[in-house]
């Protein structure tokens, strides 16, 4: 069992940056891909981002490349989403989730747990 707990939600001005973390409860995090998604009002979810349970593997959506950077540190059970020169589309709720599967996957219905969200609102 994983419990998640994301914070660092805010509201921001287009082209500023945010830090996202995610706090994992229990001693199996360091086994678990992680993943950041994203939902916004009227909009479907959409993923975000993932990174290997050993962090040495990350991948992204095409509308974060070369923006957001995920990482993690499982000394202390946590997962970052660093997102640079935000934009007004990138306003949604952003969630965390973790999955044992070891091949990438974008589908959140293949994460077994789900943190509660952090509101992210970026500004024109």
């Known amino acids: 069992q994983v419990q998640l707990v994301e914070s660092g939600g805010g509201l921001v001005q287009a082209g500023d940056s945010l830090r996202l973390s995610c706090a994992a409860s229990?001693?199996?995090?360091?086994?678990?891909?992680m993943g950041w998604f994203r939902q916004a009002p009227g909009k479907e979810r959409e993923f975000v981002a993932r990174?290997?349970?050993?962090?040495?593997?990350?991948y992204y959506a095409d509308p974060v490349k070369g923006r957001f950077t995920i990482s993690r540190d499982n000394a202390k059970n946590t997962v970052y989403l660093q997102m640079n020169s935000l934009k007004p589309e990138d306003t949604a709720v952003y969630y965390c989730?973790?999955?044992?599967?070891?091949?990438?996957?974008?589908?959140?219905?293949?994460?077994?747990?789900w943190g509660q969200g952090t509101q992210v609102t970026v500004s024109s």
């Open positions: 990174i290997s349970a050993g962090g040495a593997y990350t």
């Open positions: 229990g001693r199996t995090f360091r086994f678990y891909a």
């Open positions: 989730a973790a999955n044992d599967m070891v091949a990438v996957t974008t589908k959140g219905d293949e994460y077994d747990y």
